[in-house]
């Protein structure tokens, strides 16, 4: 079994307030290989990490480990009702662990796929994405939105996905094969801090939202700041306090930016793609506050470099990894300037990966 990485090309940190996201699946995937066992035990090893985990499907508890992700998994089918049976799991990863680019919701994924083929049942790619996102979000508690496991579920070749967080709807979104490319740069800083910066983000997305509302700025029956457009920005930055109203206008440019950047790209019109990225960018640094030194510098080389469209963080930030799109044919030399300028200015060279948009988990 593979479920594959994520790399987020627009939509960033809306995913939670039931915005538009358009991430695309990635050629670099978590493998597992499993073998049942009789009893209800799941023991896993990892070429990866030092420790095993071994989990009783009777007993389920988290233990702060990795195996926590497929525990999550396994807690998540078996509340949906898909009972479950024991197995051995061999897991090894090819998404980089902690750039950003979802090693733990492939591996959510990939779990999910595996105990509930094991036992017997033929899910399809959606209920393993809301398991491996229930496991993610509820289990393990990271709090997150449902981008990276669609993304890793959902996924298709050459393609990006158009998801509507709030009805959970997902159209494909052909990518251009051949006119664009995607080049992936790691800043090589560990998101340490990603978990408390990221549940104090949905925080106060929650909190704007409630101002809104007290403020009488919502419609009735809104739920989120999905609700609020362009038009309340005034009366927002009138009403909420300053950080919350920069974390809102994000949330809201953010939106249009799906929407824009989605038709760019169907259009041909990778000029006007790239300038959404670079305003995504600024939108992720200035107003939402998750960018890094390290990540602006690698988006100005790639801003700077000749046939790279545009450049922006990707993932919720704090470290990680940089997106560029890139022309196919720039796409060497792209990379080359990235490495050599960091390496100028930051002593260390970052790794450079050009990923292609794959298929979503699968059983081969
Ligand atoms: C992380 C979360 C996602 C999403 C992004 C930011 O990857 O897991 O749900 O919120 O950050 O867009």
């Known amino acids: 079994m593979r479920a594959p990485g994520r790399v987020n090309l627009i939509g960033e940190h809306t995913d939670y307030s039931e915005g538009l996201a358009l991430p695309c699946a ?76 979802s090693s733990s919701a492939a591996l959510g994924v990939a779990a999910a796929l595996v105990l509930s083929r094991l036992a017997g049942h033929a899910l399809t790619p959606r209920a393993i994405a809301e398991a491996a996102h ?9 709090g997150c939105g449902i981008l990276d496991p669609f993304a890793s579920a959902l996924g298709r070749r050459d393609h990006a996905l158009f998801i509507d967080c709030r009805d959970r709807s997902v159209e494909l979104a052909p990518l251009g094969a051949g006119r664009v490319a995607l080049l992936v740069a790691h800043s090589g800083v560990t998101r340490s801090l990603a978990g408390a910066g990221y549940r104090e983000r949905v925080a ?13 700025i919502a419609a009735p029956g809104a739920r989120t700041l999905r609700d ?72 100005a080389l790639g801003d700077a470099a000749p046939g790279c469209h545009g450049s922006r963080l990707t993932g919720a930030g704090f470290g990680g990894c940089t997106l560029h799109l890139v022309d196919p044919a720039a796409a060497d030399e792209v990379a080359r300037t990235l490495r050599a ?13 050009l990923v292609r948009p794959a298929d979503g988990a699968s059983v081969a």
């Open 26 to 101: 990635i050629d670099r995937d978590t493998l597992v290989l499993a073998a049942p066992r009789g009893d209800r035990r799941v023991r896993a090893c990892s070429l990866e990490q030092e420790r095993g985990a071994e989990l009783d499907l009777d007993a389920l508890a988290r233990r702060g480990e990795w195996g926590d992700y497929v525990a999550g998994a396994a807690f998540a089918l078996e509340a949906a009702g898909h009972r479950l049976a024991g197995a051995e799991l061999l897991v090894t990863s090819r998404v980089p662990l902690g750039a950003g680019l």
């Open 134 to 142: 229930a496991g993610e979000s509820g289990f393990v508690g990271v």
């Open 204 to 216: 106060e997305c929650a909190r704007a939202f409630a101002a809104a509302r007290a403020a009488g």
């Open 228 to 299: 609020l457009g362009p038009a309340q920005l005034p009366a927002l930055a009138a009403a909420l306090e300053p950080v919350l109203f920069r974390r809102a206008r994000h949330v809201i440019g953010e939106n249009a930016r799906v929407v824009a950047f989605r038709a760019a790209v169907a259009a041909g019109a990778l000029a006007d793609a790239g300038a959404l990225l670079r305003e995504t960018q600024a939108s992720l640094r200035d107003d939402y506050a998750v960018s890094v030194p390290e990540l602006d510098r690698l988006c």
């Open 341 to 353: 300028g960091f390496l100028a200015s930051h002593g260390r060279q970052p790794e450079v990966w």
